[in-house]
């Protein structure tokens, strides 16, 4: 069992910047990728980045050269450096990560931080 805990979100102007973490606990040693998504009222959950173990990281079109993942394994804490944040990117954010689980992964979630980007 995993257990991930967002925090950071809040209200920012736009073109601001947040950070948000994710503090995971429990059979860390099983994770082997963690990510970030978003979603907003009536569409899907999007994906924004990834970063395994190996840190390879990866990141959505749609926010690349503004956002940046990266870990801190001593604090088992996974963070999302958003800058120069734009109002239709409110949304709910939420810490995923994929966990050995033989003879497969399984996913686990965060509860979700709430990001809002207004003046």
């Known amino acids: 069992q995993v257990q991930l805990v967002e925090s950071g979100g809040g209200l920012v102007q736009p073109g601001g910047s947040l950070r948000l973490s994710c503090a995971a606990s429990?059979?860390?040693?099983?994770?082997?990728?963690m990510a970030w998504y978003r979603q907003t009222p009536g569409k899907q959950r999007e994906l924004v980045a990834t970063?395994?173990?190996?840190?390879?990281?990866n990141i959505a079109d749609s926010v690349k050269g503004r956002f940046t993942i990266s870990r801190d394994n001593a604090k088992n804490t996974v963070y999302l450096q958003m800058n120069s944040l734009k109002p239709e990117e409110t949304a709910v954010y939420y810490c995923?990560?994929?966990?050995?689980?033989?003879?497969?992964?399984?996913?686990?979630w965060g509860q979700g931080t709430q990001v809002t980007v207004s003046s």
């Open positions: 429990g059979s860390i040693s099983s994770i082997t990728s």
């Open positions: 995923y990560c994929n966990a050995l689980n033989y003879p497969g992964l399984r996913g686990y």
């Open positions: 970063i395994t173990t190996g840190n390879n990281t």
